[in-house]
């Protein structure tokens, strides 16, 4: 792919929506049947049984913990078909986690409940005696809720000590060492109250049993989240614990492969400098080697964040390596051109120390402190960053290696990574992670081991880490930008993957609740296969099939160096990003939202027909592996055939937008190639403990050949007799993916491609122009917890041409409500 191009750049075009704003036509509700007990009084009973043994367990944990076992007691209820987290909030307990799964085609809700109080318990009790008597008396409930809910219920019981521990617990055991350090998540009581009682009680039983809290808890919606410096006793009591919603050793960063090449630079002296109010991202990592002579210049401001190393400078390389590819995007590219001039100046946050490889084998690994939160340093970096400097673009190609999103609730890091993002209004670039030792796919010639790698990449061994899960961020994947390995006279050396196509380390999503991840990917490097059809293992230092970046110990002689890694091409996207952010800047006057710089970074994205070749055409597929594409930088500019439109907007809570945009003849008539692609993202609230993470909803449709007026009929709420009117069939265009597919995504993109624009040109009772339409529609899910009526958003719509000879940029801008900004300075 192309991804540098020599044009003319125009603005891009900011646009009105129209100007009514419809009330939201309610879906028909769909109440699930509920299975009837067959005898009620029993089921009653059973469950009353279990709720007192559970408690009766839990309490006599708790007093041997000499913790009270009458407060903020934690319990699971599993209900069938319906979900009752509003009965038990009725009931005044709270709901600190929500999953949902199936279960022989049935629906199983399983909600972890927190009394705040003995009192709130045996009420609760109470209510199965009023269940089984079967009268209609009220209580705490009234009679049908009551019986629905238990009818519905079908277990209590508590959390097992297993289902606590973390995986690198799992996998290493108890450390060997009299006192360690462990990660402990809380769940949160979710008011200031509850909160308060818990951090006291919890503290007061870590000194109890000889422990220490290393830091002041970081609290967030969903968790509280503590560094303890523990004894063995101390972690066997975690375990038992009620309140503890997780317990696991700190975190290990997954690693990135990196080995030197031999390219002589010619440096330009002196080296080009980014302008003062040019694009400018933050690199969260190992630090950087700022002397370095292809970065003199470029790093506005270094600090180190607790590393432990009390210097900013990088030790292990993978900062600097993260940097090069911020400031210059295409490094592989420029190495050949010569084009040394960076477009990208950065901030760097230390928050990653070296360690040294004790065997000698290897350079080492980078590492986070053990005596913090990971969770707690990044954002304090986040923070000063973007208040002391203004960062609006955040690089993190960090996670959890031990920490893999298998379904279920949101991952914590992820949960404060969304937190912050909404909050501070700022774009967060995530690494999808990497495996750090794929299986190797198995196969006698090319074509069985590109499709046993196909069906490697599907499995729970490439789930995304945290926090690649995180809503609101970008989070990127990798693929391969070769596929020639530097050995290419040995015949049994083959390359994982094909250019353009997912690199074999990568990991895939989906995300929570099947939204898509990760969005985007980028070239990261490249494996080759020793040994075909023998002894097959991998080549992962082949120096044609890395990916070209700057190297840390340029004292070597040797200023690049090849990686792989999808923290890479997460860095290839923030410097997208930046200069995406940096160009609205200048264009409005004024900062752009972080929604309509990640929709105008999406929007640029494109699916290779490698990919498509490779995968095959199944859109969920392509989805959870390369989600949208490959991002270009011409997301930061128009052309003249290849026309981009964009609108800041707010929408209230069950309601909606329409934006309308009439197609000149140029474009439909006009022979070759064309595509429409629209793109919507919004930064809802959300939270970990429901199922669905993301407060609102919200999607985009496209409708042709009506009238605002018909689609605000056909939309809105229905007042009327009879069924209320629908949208024609030959009204609807068919953009893909589905509205649906997309539903759970912060950020959504539709296209539509064709050799022929009739499919466009549909104009009813001799309309003067072919006119279509985007709805934008918001849902709420849950409560909105800030107590907000109206979801922040951005639509993107890029129309392109492949005749390079059309105006297709005045004959849209002639057409559209423009939004003009005037400027204040």
Request: aromatic share 8%; hydrophobic share 35%; glycine share 6%.
């Amino acid at each position: 792919m192309v991804l540098f191009q020599r044009i003319d750049p125009l603005p891009h075009i900011e646009i009105q929506r129209e100007a009514d704003q419809g009330a939201l036509r309610p879906r028909p509700a769909r109440a699930a049947p509920i299975r009837r007990p067959d005898n009620r009084q029993e089921h009653g009973a059973r469950l009353k049984e279990q709720t007192t043994v559970a408690s009766e367990d839990i309490a006599r944990v708790r007093r041997s913990l000499g913790i009270d076992p009458r407060r903020l007691l934690v319990l699971r209820f599993e209900t069938l078909d319906v979900d009752q987290r509003e009965t038990l909030q009725q009931l005044g307990i709270t709901a600190v986690e929500e999953l949902r799964e199936t279960r022989d085609n049935r629906l199983l809700y399983r909600v972890l409940g927190q009394f705040p109080d003995d009192q709130t318990l045996q009420a609760f009790l109470a209510e199965y005696d009023r269940y089984a008597e079967d009268t209609p008396r009220t209580t705490a409930l009234p009679h049908a809720r009551r019986r629905d809910f238990l009818d519905a219920l079908e277990s209590v019981s508590s959390v097992m000590p297993q289902e606590r521990q973390g995986r690198r617990l799992l996998r290493e055991g108890v450390p060997s060492s009299e006192r360690f350090y462990l990660d402990v998540d809380l769940w949160n009581p979710g008011t200031p109250e509850g909160q308060a009682e818990v951090r006291a009680s919890f503290r007061q039983f870590v000194e109890t049993f000889g422990g220490r809290i290393a830091r002041d808890p970081l609290q967030i919606p969903s968790l509280i989240l503590v560094k303890v410096e523990a004894t063995t006793e101390l972690l066997q009591g975690l375990l038992e614990l009620d309140l503890v919603a997780l317990v696991d050793l700190p975190p290990i960063p997954f690693q990135d492969g990196a080995f030197d090449i031999f390219q002589t630079v010619a440096v330009p002296n002196p080296l080009p400098s980014v302008p003062i109010n040019g694009p400018l991202a933050c690199v969260v990592d190992s630090g950087v080697v700022a002397g370095h002579p292809l970065l003199r210049g470029t790093v506005i401001e270094e600090e180190d964040f607790d590393s432990g190393e009390g210097t900013t400078v990088d030790r292990n390389g993978h900062g600097t390596q993260v940097s090069g590819l911020v400031v210059y995007g295409d490094i592989a590219r420029r190495s050949v051109t010569g084009e040394w001039y960076p477009q990208v100046a950065i901030c760097t946050a230390k928050v990653l120390r070296h360690r040294d490889d004790p065997t000698g084998v290897t350079d080492g690994s980078a590492e986070f402190p053990e005596e913090e939160r990971a969770e707690e340093q990044i954002k304090r970096a986040i923070e000063y960053y973007h208040v002391e400097r203004g960062v609006r673009v955040f690089n993190l190609s960090l996670g959890h290696a031990d920490r893999i999103y298998g379904g279920g609730r949101q991952l914590p890091w992820a949960e404060v990574l969304d937190e912050l993002a909404r909050r501070l209004d700022i774009v967060i670039i995530v690494s999808a992670g990497n495996v750090a030792d794929p299986g190797i796919p198995v196969g006698i010639h090319s074509n069985q081991v590109r499709q046993a790698l196909l069906r490697q990449l599907s499995t729970p061994d490439h789930r995304l880490i945290d926090p690649a899960t995180a809503a609101l961020a970008l989070t990127v994947g990798s693929i391969a930008r070769r596929a020639d390995p530097f050995d290419n006279q040995r015949s049994t050396r083959l390359a994982a993957s094909l250019p353009d196509c997912p690199s074999p380390f990568t990991r895939c999503g989906p995300g929570v609740a099947g939204a898509v991840k990760p969005e985007l990917v980028h070239y990261g490097g490249n494996f080759a296969i020793d040994g075909l059809g023998s002894d097959p293992h991998w080549q992962t230092q082949d120096p044609h099939l890395g990916e070209p970046t700057l190297n840390h110990a340029f004292a070597t002689g040797r200023l690049l160096k090849a990686t792989a890694g999808t923290s890479y091409a997460a860095a290839h996207v923030t410097h997208i990003a930046a200069r995406v952010e940096a160009a609205l800047r200048e264009q409005m006057g004024v900062p752009p939202s972080a929604n309509v710089i990640r929709a105008l970074v999406v929007n640029s994205a494109r699916v290779n027909s490698e990919v498509v070749d490779w995968l095959g055409e199944q859109e969920k597929t392509i989805l959870r592996t390369v989600g949208y594409g490959q991002p270009r930088v011409e997301a930061c500019w128009s052309t003249s055939n290849r026309v981009t439109l964009f609108a800041e907007d707010l929408v209230g809570y069950k309601s909606f937008h329409v934006y309308a945009l009439k197609l000149p003849d140029v474009f439909l008539e006009t022979k070759g190639w064309r595509s429409v692609i629209v793109t919507l993202a919004y930064d809802p609230p959300t939270r970990l403990s429901r199922r669905y993470y993301i407060a609102n909803s919200m999607w985009i449709e496209v409708y042709r050949g009506l009238t605002t007026e018909q689609i605000i009929e056909y939309r809105s709420k229905y007042e009327g007799d009879g069924d209320p009117p629908k949208v024609p069939e030959r009204n609807k265009l068919d953009f893909r993916p589905a509205a649906r597919t997309l539903r759970n995504s912060t950020v959504q993109n539709r296209s539509w491609h064709s050799n022929r624009g009739s499919k466009l040109d549909y104009r009813p009772d001799n309309w003067p122009d072919a006119t279509f339409h985007i709805f934008v529609g918001c849902q709420p899910r849950f409560p909105n917890p800030t107590g907000e009526e109206h979801q922040r958003y951005a639509l993107v719509v890029a129309l392109e041409h492949k005749d390079q000879a059309i105006n297709l940029y005045q004959e849209i801008r002639a057409r559209v409500r423009t939004r003009v900004r005037v400027r204040t300075s």
